[in-house]
């Protein structure tokens, strides 16, 4: 019988392994949450220098531009020396000078040579190159000047252009670059660890719970302490936990279940091999009393070897269906025609009751376990002779039709049968063990293991279609070989069981 291990016998397996730091879930959140505030970080800091840098020449314009303001009423529009002094030590600027009606005039001329400066129009700048300006600033030489060119804000002109050095620039730029990026380190870390904190309550901590459950579950099933606490959470979270306790509920129903019929399946098997052995020595004397000639006895015996041989296949398909696997099939190329044969007479298949008939080429062949695919066909085929003797207006004669189909790698083996169908009733729990009996008195292994066979080899079987006409079953087999290279082809005669023809040693 079926070797089953109760829950407190399953062996406990290793303590579960602990994800050590940084493979856990929560130090990989807390490392991706941190990654992704520092990415966020880094993306505030190029606009922000580019706004703090702009913003810091339009101030220098705007002073060189007042300044100009100043001069309007001298004819040269030249602003004094003293004028020019406050002007380069409060705005830095070496030259100011603007343009109206398409002349450029100079307002503050510079006081000693200067080198070329690079120039940043503020009138119009494209995303780029106003991004970029700052990390220019900061990598330019030293000494460096810088042209600013802008609109003017007090005054009618074309643009107002002012020349200064960029060093004071790219001073002020490296010290508002330390404190944006404290604020900036500050703020993320400070809102990193609140989406951290966050997800590692409402996320990862559940995650971790239910894993938990899940390992001391499968170390010990009947430990109260291994059930999962269902929250009342409605989220995905909620439903995890709400089907991980149904699981494990039916998983305890299961094993329970499989326990008790473990020790059932024990004792089945030793009173089965018990009755075995009552039988036969019953057998035994059945034979002795049809040898004593008593017509009374005479009369008896039938009765008692049907009874007898019921008991006898009823307790030998009890022990084939309780073995705890079918052994894997030896497949090999098998000729079809004399397997049929062989089952056909161990079936009780007879010329003058229900007989077989096939147009099977003698050569054709099938993939198959030879010992399993007798199995198959036999309980096929006493099935179908059972069903048709069973049939009150038949006189126990029937026929049991076989044919060979080919297609998609598959051998499809069709068996149709005169007898009275398989009942409405027993049709849904055909192939099922013990309830799938269509005689009274039948146990409905022999379906279930014929099923059984088939799938291991790759194929299946399956009721095509049943009535009052007969029932017909498909046996499909994964392969299609080449026929026997060398055979006398048989013709099968309607109504006679069809004989395996000799074939030359190969």
Do not use: C
Request: no cysteine; glycine share 8%.
């Amino acid at each position: 019988m079926t070797e089953t291990v109760s829950p407190t016998e399953i062996p406990t397996p290793p303590a579960a392994r602990r994800f050590p730091w940084p493979r856990g879930l929560s130090a990989r959140l807390l490392l991706f949450t941190a990654f992704v505030v520092t990415v966020a970080g880094l993306m505030i800091l190029p606009p922000t220098l580019a706004a703090y840098e702009e913003q810091w020449l339009l101030d220098r314009v705007r002073a060189g531009e007042l300044a100009s303001t100043i001069a309007e009423n001298d004819p040269d529009l030249r602003v004094s020396d003293s004028v020019a002094g406050q002007l380069f030590d409060q705005a830095g600027a070496v030259t100011v000078a603007v343009q109206v009606d398409g002349a450029r005039r100079l307002v503050l001329p510079p006081k000693v040579p200067m080198q070329t400066p690079y120039l940043v129009d503020l009138r119009r700048q494209n995303p780029g190159s106003w991004l970029a300006a700052p990390f220019f600033t900061l990598t330019s030489p030293p000494g460096s000047m810088v042209r600013v060119m802008a609109e003017p804000r007090f005054r009618k002109a074309e643009f107002v252009e002012v020349v200064l050095p960029d060093a004071p620039l790219k001073a002020q730029l490296i010290a508002y670059f330390w404190r944006l990026a404290g604020v900036t380190i500050f703020v993320a870390g400070l809102a990193g660890f609140f989406v951290y904190l966050f997800l590692n309550i409402f996320l990862v901590r559940p995650m971790q719970r239910i894993t938990r459950a899940m390992e001391q579950f499968r170390a010990d099933p009947a430990d109260p302490e291994a059930r999962i606490v269902v929250s009342k959470r409605r989220d995905e979270i909620g439903r995890a936990e709400l089907e991980l306790d149904r699981m494990q509920t039916d998983l305890l129903t299961a094993l329970a279940s499989k326990a008790r019929l473990a020790a059932l399946g024990e004792a089945v098997a030793k009173i089965n091999h018990d009755l075995r052995n009552m039988l036969t020595s019953a057998q035994m004397a059945s034979d002795r009393l049809a040898a004593l000639g008593d017509p009374k006895v005479a009369q008896a015996l039938p009765r008692l070897e049907r009874a007898l041989d019921r008991a006898i296949t009823l307790a030998t398909d009890v022990m084939t269906y309780g073995k705890s696997k079918e052994p894997a099939p030896v497949v090999r190329p098998t000729p079809l025609r004399a397997a049929l044969d062989s089952a056909a007479e161990d079936s009780g298949l007879a010329p003058g009751g229900v007989a077989l008939e096939t147009v099977i080429d003698p050569r054709e062949q099938v993939l198959a376990d030879p010992d399993q695919l007798h199995r198959i066909l036999t309980n096929l085929l006493r099935n179908a002779r059972e069903a048709i003797e069973g049939a009150p207006d038949r006189g126990r004669k029937g026929r049991v039709f076989v044919e060979l189909h080919r297609g998609d790698g598959i051998s499809i083996l069709r068996l149709s049968d005169d007898g009275p169908g398989v009942p409405q009733r027993a049709q849904a729990n055909l192939f099922q063990p013990f309830v799938g009996s269509v005689r009274r008195g039948g146990t409905g292994l022999g379906l279930a293991i014929a099923r059984e066979l088939a799938q291991g080899h790759g194929g299946d079987l399956v009721l095509v279609e049943t009535g009052p006409g007969g029932s017909v079953f498909d046996l499909s087999l994964a392969g299609v070989p080449e026929p026997v290279a060398e055979a006398a082809a048989v013709v099968a005669v309607p109504g006679e069981v069809s004989r395996p023809t000799p074939q030359a040693p190969s």
